[in-house]
């Protein structure tokens, strides 16, 4: 385990949408940045263990190029450490301008360790194959972009292209409820972010309930300004971009104003500058107060539901026939 001291703040696819395509995209995009959010009051950590895998093509010293897992973060309020602490993305879709984001990984990530790129645990390439990194199909892109979030690697990112933001809705494993209602300096996080560059500006809103697909949100956005992160010192060099450090942000859910016993199952972000985000969790040093995932869709009625309706129906027409005379 590298520990990381405290430190103060110191060949691809053509970029292309049908014109429809990207107007809606954009217009999403634009409604959401228009919301009104609340400046946050972040709980960022003072220390992160992180393990590499012996078969790892990281470098001794100097960025890292390849998978290494997040163990632990250290807080005011305590230690948070294993990996069941942890609750990693389980649905993932763009939601703003799919041509400002893509999945990356690290330099060197050729699946020596047991644990390949993006790319290739989402099936959409075989070990060493070439494929259409930046492509803007949603199956394509979607499903890469939820395998970096998926995994607790930080060198498993999205990248951030240049020249206008995005968004995109992310789902957790599990739910997870305030550990301290109404304290937003309890020392302990919900949440967990992870930026490169410590260099951007985000908006969160929590998602607290409906389904993936028509989710419902908490009354309260919040802004994130990756400069205020906790600077890990930890530098990472990923296949498009040369090697920065990474931030590390942690968000306790009160500063979302939700009533008692709301449930934070997902979030969406958006930015207009597209930041290069390695992780985003759910975090308790309880792992039993993790709770049911969220409804990918709605729970479709059976079949025998609606036969009992015909029936019903069936025998409320016999009981309006006239009767014979």
């Known amino acids: 385990?590298?520990?990381?001291?405290?430190?103060?703040?110191?060949?691809?696819?053509?970029?292309?949408?049908?014109?429809?395509?990207?107007?809606?995209?954009?217009?999403?995009?634009?409604?959401?940045?228009?919301?009104?959010?609340?400046?946050?009051t972040l709980t960022n950590p003072t220390a992160i263990g992180i393990t590499i895998p012996s078969d790892s093509n990281n470098p001794a010293t100097g960025p890292l190029t390849d998978d290494a897992y997040l163990q632990s973060l250290t807080f005011t309020g305590g230690i948070i450490s294993g990996t069941d602490k942890f609750?990693?993305?389980?649905?993932?879709?763009?939601?703003?301008?799919?041509?400002?984001?893509?999945?990356?990984?690290?330099?060197?990530?050729?699946?020596?360790?047991?644990?390949?790129?993006?790319?290739?645990?989402?099936?959409?390439?075989?070990?060493?194959?070439?494929?259409?990194?930046?492509?803007?199909?949603?199956?394509?892109?979607?499903?890469?972009?939820?395998?970096?979030?998926?995994?607790?690697?930080?060198?498993?990112?999205?990248?951030?292209?240049?020249?206008?933001?995005?968004?995109?809705?992310?789902?957790?494993?599990?739910?997870?409820?305030?550990?301290i209602v109404g304290d937003v300096n309890d020392g302990l996080p919900?949440?967990?972010?992870?930026?490169?560059?410590?260099?951007d500006v985000f908006t969160v809103r929590l998602i607290t309930g409906g389904t993936f697909e028509t989710p419902e949100f908490a009354p309260t956005s919040v802004q994130l300004d990756s400069r205020d992160f906790f600077n890990s010192g930890i530098s990472i060099d990923t296949t498009e971009a040369t090697p920065q450090n990474l931030g590390i942000g942690g968000l306790d859910l009160d500063n979302f104003n939700l009533d008692a016993g709301a449930v934070a199952f997902g979030i969406e972000i958006t930015s207009g500058a597209g930041p290069d985000l390695t992780g985003l969790l759910l975090a308790t040093?309880?792992?039993?107060?993790?709770?049911?995932?969220?409804?990918?869709?709605?729970?479709?009625?059976?079949?025998?539901?609606?036969?009992?309706?015909?029936?019903?129906?069936?025998?409320?027409?016999?009981?309006?026939?006239?009767?014979?005379?």
Request: aromatic share 8%.
């Open 87 to 179: 609750s990693a993305a389980r649905a993932f879709t763009v939601t703003g301008d799919r041509r400002r984001i893509n999945a990356e990984f690290g330099e060197d990530d050729d699946g020596s360790d047991g644990d390949d790129n993006p790319f290739v645990k989402a099936k959409l390439a075989g070990p060493g194959e070439t494929f259409p990194r930046e492509s803007t199909d949603p199956a394509f892109q979607d499903a890469a972009l939820l395998q970096a979030f998926n995994s607790l690697s930080i060198t498993e990112i999205n990248d951030g292209e240049g020249g206008g933001g995005y968004g995109f809705r992310l789902a957790f494993e599990n739910g997870l409820t305030d550990n």
């Open 285 to 325: 040093d309880d792992p039993s107060r993790f709770e049911d995932p969220l409804p990918l869709a709605p729970v479709p009625l059976p079949g025998a539901f609606f036969l009992l309706m015909g029936g019903l129906a069936g025998l409320i027409m016999l009981g309006r026939r006239p009767r014979a005379c």
């Open 1 to 40: 385990m590298r520990l990381a001291p405290p430190l103060r703040r110191l060949t691809a696819a053509p970029h292309c949408l049908p014109f429809v395509v990207a107007a809606a995209a954009a217009a999403t995009l634009a409604a959401a940045l228009a919301a009104p959010a609340s400046a946050a």
């Open 190 to 199: 919900e949440l967990i972010f992870f930026e490169r560059g410590l260099n």
